[in-house]
């Protein structure tokens, strides 16, 4: 009997790992479009002078190749050390994009240039406070600091300066490229957003990003 035992035991660990392994390898991933660098002919000068605060989104759909160049943009790998398009106190890299569409949130991998599928649901509705205009955005992208990189260097404080940095390489590039934004940051729900997320508490939800064509 206690033989038995033994083995159903170690036939349930077997099982739970290989379970596991293959929730893992199968996790939705998407490999987006390699980021246009050139596709944006306007200057830096124009996109400052266009740059304006957008609450009132087309329900036009943003392409996989658009949203490719706009995380790029956001805080994507721009050399070979792996280093980022927006800098970051002490190097810490602790910014993670998420982005919210109607059938779920992903996570962006700068290193891989992919979109993770990390749940069915959308974290727009925890995210957007009295801002009920988001919705009508097709996309949303949060940015999340974690905390865990800077080592006990004052993350709140590193954290929401480097959420600061990436915030406006959005906001630049949506005025280059005829898209619509605004920064926000209302009081939202960090554990309800880090149970959505399946991160620990160490990542804190910072700005989030409604992003879409601009209605006339």
Known sequence: MKHNLFYVSVLSLLMAGFSASFNTANAQQTQLPAPQKGSVT?????????????????SKTISDQTLSNLLWAANGVNRKD????????????????????????????AS??????????SFINLVIGRNKFALNAPIVILLVSNGANF?????????AMDAGYVSQNICLYCAADDLGT?????????????????????????????????EE
């Open 182 to 214: 605004v920064p926000c940051a209302p009081k939202m729900d960090e554990v309800a957003i880090q149970k959505l997320l399946g991160v620990s508490t160490d990542y804190i939800p910072m700005i989030y990003h409604p992003v879409g064509y601009v």
């Open 42 to 58: 306007t200057s830096l000068m124009n996109a400052l002078q266009n740059r304006h605060s957008v609450r009132s989104y087309k």
């Open 82 to 109: 792996g280093r980022r398009t927006a800098p970051s106190a002490i190097n810490a890299q602790d910014i993670e994009l998420y982005v919210g569409k109607s059938d779920g949130t992903y996570h962006y991998i």
């Open 151 to 159: 080592h006990g260097h004052n993350p709140s404080f590193y954290g």
């Open 112 to 121: 891989e240039n992919k979109l993770e599928k990390v749940n069915n649901e």
